[in-house]
């Protein structure tokens, strides 16, 4: 039963309404409550039997996870993640969220739009436990860590050396930074800026700043983070917690909290579509749920078969190799780019393509996480339950491989040869390698851009899956010559209807639809209506607030 909370007043001035409701059995209350719980509030919660949830986050929106569960005893946040696309604003932290009453955080995976104010919540000063599965934690103790210069903590004070004054971009360093102090106090010129404005006003944060940065959120994740297992039980207060893997992206898990042994909430995070020959299934949710949040996906999205789309892939990609094509792979550094090479290793593992192909894979960031995919399918004691038991360290580290992109042909910037392939972020081909691989290749009719991620219609993948003839890129017009593709092959996520039969099971009694665009709602609560007669479907607005009643108070 989800008793809804208009927003306004106090939560105590809602408990006669309450009252009132459950010996007439209504489903929804028009009562008041309050949007957010102070410290004070929390005394007044004090042993009292509630259970809340709101969200401040993917609600009628596709971006910013942030899910909150809250009791007499405080508020348990499921994922923090960044807005993206103007979907919201990534500082200050929610004031709804003082950061004294929080008890724990749960990540769902290590996307950006998942865990990406996480900086900003340690920054506030959160010193509580993180849980998280084992393989989320590897890449997120890498990844954030390594994108630290885009964490917006609000205004900051920099300084850099007179002496750097006039060059293009200069290297600026934190006042309250606790590292190394190169720049003489003399030398320092001051300004105040947000981490994300500095590459617009020409400054980027230097190397030994970045380091020191890195260092200290290592440091955080290493004392707070609380690491589980797959169908591990955890108690958290009155919270009996379990992860169960999706595949997603490696490390992705469905979180469920039982309170009290009484109400059960699955948190289903972001769902891959099943058929992955690299991650482990889904799950299927025998046991009965009270509330199922569950992420929207697109109404007009329909189920894949997988392992078929793959096969496609590496026939096609042979087929080009074989005419001598020089074949670009626009792909995000986490994930995508991985489970592009897993696919080429299958491909040469079948014969389709010598054992020597050269594969260049562009970018630092996307080569640290290759190693680290092959260095956890070793560590199968630890790891195997998020990979499918025939994935081996071979599979991403095939012998062609080369982390070698770059070249003094001013034609060929990227040393990528016709008859090679090149994969490289960004998966929309915005910035990164794949931008100077657009720029480079594009008016060449021997190279082929195959697009493996979902292309947003504004950005050059976009507009060139959309059948763009000329395309504008720093300045230039360019002539697309280049042969133009695109795969559903690598589709991070399950459809509806392949949704409705994993949660099929749980027999949901309400299920909340979160991470969707806000002109889909109507949509997919009515399908989903439609799929779960018995169950009571909402699409909140953010910040709307739901009692949720354990069956032991009905």
Not at 47 to 70: C, K, M, N, P, W
Not at 234 to 257: A, C, E
Request: glycine content about 8%.
């Amino acid at each position: 039963m989800i008793l809804k909370i208009e927003k306004g007043r106090r939560l105590r001035r809602l408990l006669p309404c309450l009252a009132a409701l459950l010996l007439t059995l209504l489903l929804v209350s028009p009562c008041a409550g309050q949007a957010a719980a102070t410290d004070g509030d929390r005394k007044n919660f004090a042993g009292r039997d509630h259970l809340v949830y709101f969200g401040l986050g993917a609600q009628r929106t596709v971006s910013g996870s942030l899910h909150i569960l809250e009791t007499g005893d405080g508020l348990y946040l499921l994922d923090v993640g960044s807005f993206f696309g103007g979907d919201g604003d990534n500082y200050p932290w929610p004031p709804e969220l003082p950061v004294a009453a929080i008890r724990a955080v749960f990540i769902s995976h290590a996307h950006a739009d998942h865990v990406g104010r996480l900086p900003l919540l340690l920054h506030e000063g959160y010193r509580g436990p993180i849980y998280l599965s084992r393989a989320s934690y590897e890449i997120i103790r890498r990844n954030l860590a390594a994108n630290l210069h885009l964490a917006d903590l609000g205004p900051e004070f920099f300084y850099y050396s007179r002496h750097n004054q006039g060059r293009e971009r200069i290297p600026v360093y934190l006042e309250s930074s606790a590292g190394p102090r190169p720049v003489r106090p003399e030398n320092r010129i001051f300004f105040t800026a947000s981490r994300p404005q500095l590459n617009d006003l020409g400054y980027y944060l230097a190397a030994p700043q970045q380091e020191q940065l890195a260092a200290e959120l290592q440091r955080r994740l290493a004392e707070q983070a609380v690491l589980l297992d797959p169908g591990q039980a955890v108690p958290v207060d009155d919270f009996t917690v379990k992860i169960f893997t999706t595949p997603h992206i490696l490390g992705s898990v469905m979180i469920k909290l039982i309170y009290r042994d009484d109400f059960t909430v699955l948190f289903s995070g972001d769902v891959g579509a099943d058929g992955s020959e690299l991650l482990s299934a889904n799950p299927r949710q025998q046991r009965p749920l009270n509330l199922l949040l569950v992420e929207g996906a697109n109404p007009a999205a329909t189920q894949l078969d997988p392992a078929g789309e793959r096969r496609e892939f590496r026939r096609r990609l042979a087929g080009w190799l074989a005419e001598g094509k020089r074949v670009v792979i626009p792909a995000f550094a986490l994930d995508r780019s991985q489970q592009v090479i897993f696919e080429i290793g299958r491909a040469v593992a079948e014969g389709l393509l010598p054992a020597d192909q050269v594969v260049r894979v562009c970018g630092p960031a996307a080569n640290e996480m290759l190693a680290l995919y092959a260095d956890l399918a070793v560590r199968r004691q630890e790891f195997a339950a998020y990979f499918q038991p025939e994935v081996r360290e071979r599979d991403f580290l095939p012998p062609g491989y080369s982390a070698e992109c770059q070249s003094d042909d001013p034609a060929n910037p990227l040393g990528l040869h016709h008859g090679e392939i090149g994969v490289m972020p960004s998966g929309t081909g915005e910035y990164a390698a794949a931008r100077q691989a657009l720029a480079a290749y594009l008016e060449d009719p021997q190279t082929v851009f195959h697009f493996v991620s979902h292309q947003p219609p504004a950005s050059p993948g976009g507009r060139l899956t959309a059948g763009a003839r000329r395309l504008q890129l720093d300045g230039r017009r360019h002539q697309v010559r280049a042969k133009i593709s695109r795969t559903h092959a690598f589709s991070g996520h399950a459809a509806v209807t392949e949704l409705q039969k994993i949660f099929a099971p749980g027999n949901p009694e309400q299920i909340l639809l979160v991470h969707l665009p806000a002109h889909q709602a109507d949509n997919l609560v009515q399908r989903w209506q439609q799929a779960f007669p018995q169950a009571q479907v909402l699409a909140p607005a953010i910040g709307e607030r739901f009692m949720l009643v354990p069956k032991a108070a009905r």
